[in-house]
């Protein structure tokens, strides 16, 4: 993942983790990656691909890739091709706010066929809570331009959602708002912001701009996701999905999640037992252990001075990946669902388990929930897709099987659920020491 203008962004968006990134290069005079830094790294990302490799993804991120022009990125696809290897095919990934969208993009993506992630929260209401620009105005009118500009100009694109507390209620809403809008490919990325860690230290974290509410609950932000919210979030998402849109609409998790059940490790870096392979690399060719860990103690080098193989490959770097599989707790080693999730990400790992141990992970009780949730729809999807049958099958074995998400109300079933009660998620353990972990 490459930041070719660091940190830099046209918006302030309330939670994000990456823009007070400014302060790890104090006095810098310039965010824009160079020429030279930039031929270094296409040259040195192809020389560490594998041998006999067919495909090279490159993911350009930010702050705001597009800040950059598109005179950037044409001179970027014609230094791919330059050095490019014989018979390799080149693909571009771009994450962007969509501001900064137009026709001229939206055809120049579609020409260099980049694979482009649009972040957006759903709709207006639930966009333009945490996400506005410097000036602090609404940027859902623009994003939503960007999302139509996209589809109408044929532009493979996902949607990013970050699930956060003000839209974590609104699962089918977000949902439904994307898919009705001509999105096929979805994302849903969870929002922890730990007390005392990252862009809101607790000093400047007093009361919330608009509503008054104090910043932080115990040990997150008033931003964050609550474990349970995200459960019923993705459980909403997940029923919506499953009683009429398998194979037209494809959400990340839910490939992941089935794919786990046919017995494949999952591909993304939060569910695999072991990560370590998605190294950042800031503007000027500094590279980190992972876009969550740009921090001095997880530098490991520059590409001027050390090839990025071998800081890919350095002890370091190993040990990084293989640590999110050795600090697991006995708590998760011990999960039913823990080949699907494996403890998701380290970042996230600052809860207690029930009997005292550190390091379990504050999402779990949402993400046990929701994996136990979906527990017999994944096995009817293997069964169709081993007796050789489209999964979209599902939809009609299930017809009028499940229970729409709407009338499971999160507020009620939060407040109907006794601690020792047994867990609503089915996973036979009591409330307390289940889905309930995490709450404050
Ligand atoms: S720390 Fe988290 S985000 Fe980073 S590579 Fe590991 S699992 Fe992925
Ligand atoms: S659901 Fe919870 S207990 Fe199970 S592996 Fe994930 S984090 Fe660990």
Redesign the pocket.
């Known amino acids: 993942m490459v930041k070719p203008i660091g940190p830099i962004c046209n918006l302030d968006c309330e939670y994000c983790y990456y823009l007070h990134k400014e302060e790890l290069y104090l006095g810098n005079k310039s965010w824009k990656m160079s020429p030279p830094t930039l031929r270094e790294y296409i040259q040195q990302y192809y020389d560490a691909q594998p041998a006999g490799v067919q495909e090279v993804t490159f993911a350009w991120q930010g702050g705001e890739p597009t800040l950059l022009g598109l005179e950037f990125f044409r001179h970027v696809v014609e230094l791919q091709q330059e050095l490019r290897p014989p018979h390799v095919r080149v693909v571009n990934a771009l994450q962007t706010n969509g501001v900064l969208l137009n026709t001229d993009w939206a055809q120049f993506f579609r020409e260099q066929q980049f694979l482009i992630g649009l972040s957006i929260d759903g709709p207006a209401e639930l966009h333009d809570r945490y996400r506005y620009d410097k000036q602090g105005r609404p940027t859902f009118p623009a994003v939503h331009r960007a999302l139509k500009l996209l589809r109408d100009e044929q532009v493979d694109f996902n949607t990013l959602v970050v699930v956060n507390r003000h839209n974590g209620d609104h699962g089918r809403k977000v949902y439904t708002y994307l898919r009705d809008n001509g999105v096929r490919f979805m994302q849903f990325i969870p929002i922890v912001e730990q007390r005392g860690i990252g862009q809101h230290a607790e000093g400047n974290a007093t009361a919330d701009s608009t509503t008054g509410e104090k910043r932080w609950d115990d040990r997150v932000s008033s931003r964050s996701v609550r474990p349970e919210q995200l459960g019923w979030f993705l459980i909403e998402v997940f029923d919506e999905w499953i009683q009429r849109d398998v194979g037209q609409v494809f959400v990340q998790l839910f490939d992941q999640t089935f794919g786990a059940w046919l017995g494949h490790e999952p591909s993304?870096?939060?569910?695999?037992k072991?990560?370590?392979?998605?190294l950042a690399m800031e503007h000027n060719g500094d590279v980190y252990?992972?876009?969550?860990?740009v921090e001095s103690e997880y530098r490991l080098g520059n590409i001027q001075e050390l090839p990025l193989i071998e800081m890919a490959n350095s002890t370091r770097q190993r040990e990084?990946?293989v640590a999110?599989e050795s600090t697991l707790p006995q708590y998760c080693r011990d999960c039913e669902v823990r080949f699907v999730c494996n403890g998701?990400?380290?970042?996230?790992r600052f809860i207690e388990t029930p009997g005292g141990e550190a390091g379990l992970n504050y999402l779990c009780g949402g993400y046990r929930m929701f994996f136990n949730h979906v527990r017999p729809m994944m096995e009817l999807m293997v069964a169709e897709h081993r007796a050789g049958r489209h999964v979209s099958n599902v939809m009609h074995r299930l017809r009028g099987r499940v229970v729409p998400a709407a009338q499971r109300s999160p507020s009620a079933d939060a407040s109907s659920v006794g601690r020792n009660d047994p867990c609503p998620c089915g996973s036979g353990r009591k409330y307390k020491k289940c889905c309930a972990l995490g709450r404050d």
Do not use: I, T, Y
């Open positions: 993304l870096c939060v569910f695999r072991q990560c370590g392979r998605a252990s992972c876009d969550h860990f990084f990946g999110k998701e990400c380290p970042k996230n």
